[in-house]
């Protein structure tokens, strides 16, 4: 079974802490992601990486970072936490080729206070 | 830019009742996925649809593909209560757009 686990369920910070969320897969594979999920916004996608020391920007990568150092590991920073960025994260991973499916990790809820 | 919208957003049913969810999004793709969210808990993979025509069974969900349209459907045969959760749709192009989600309650 596919296995994606992230550092922590729930997380408290305050205003302009610099935070670090880890997600860790055990499948091997190339495709990672960091999504945010908020009630009414659906999933919207931040940043993800095709490979190694590769990212690329999604749909919403505005005060966030990425770093991609290994294979099997993706780190998300938030440079200067704001109440903003208050949300559910959420990891995923996958193959390069079909289907593409994508294994989520078990989430992150942050609080930013 | 890629849409996927689903409806209804909200779903109430009784225990036995069938039940379709619908998915429409509004560019070329012949990659479907429908997830299924538990409240608190992260997204868990249901179906994933290659083709156009692909149909997908498992329990009392059937998910169906037809990329003509532009449209999946979800249909919840006999509903029981385990089946209480939201589901989202997504459609992959370079990258997944989800459904705003449809959150499905059954009550006895």
């Known amino acids: 079974d596919v296995k994606v686990t992230q550092s922590s369920r729930y997380l408290v910070k305050r205003t302009g802490e610099k935070v670090f969320l880890e997600c860790v897969q055990d499948?091997?594979?190339?495709?990672m992601f960091w999504y945010r999920q908020d009630p009414g916004l659906g999933l919207r996608l931040i940043y993800f990486?095709?490979?190694?020391?590769?990212?690329e920007k999604g749909d919403i990568p505005e005060g966030y970072s990425v770093s991609r150092e290994k294979k099997e590991r993706f780190s998300l920073i938030l440079e200067s936490a704001s109440t903003n960025q208050t949300s559910m994260y959420l990891c995923?991973?996958?193959?390069?080729?079909?289907?593409?499916?994508?294994?989520f990790g078990p989430g992150t809820r942050l609080t930013v206070t | 830019e890629l849409k996927v919208e689903q409806n209804p957003l909200f779903l109430s049913m009784q225990e036995g009742k069938n039940y379709t969810i619908y998915c429409n999004y509004s560019?070329?793709?012949?990659?479907l996925y429908w997830y299924r969210q538990d409240p608190g808990k992260s997204l868990e993979s249901l179906f994933v649809l290659l083709s156009n025509g692909a149909v997908k069974q498992e329990g009392r969900l059937m998910a169906s593909l037809d990329t003509k349209a532009r449209l999946s459907t979800l249909h919840i045969t006999a509903a029981v209560h385990d089946l209480s959760a939201t589901y989202f749709c997504a459609v992959n192009t370079d990258k997944l757009i989800f459904g705003t989600g449809t959150r499905l309650q059954v009550f006895p």
């Open positions: 995923a991973s996958s193959f390069n080729i079909l289907p593409n499916e994508q294994y």
């Open positions: 990486s095709y490979d190694v020391k590769m990212k």
């Open positions: 499948m091997d594979h190339e495709n």
């Open positions: 560019t070329t793709s012949d990659r």
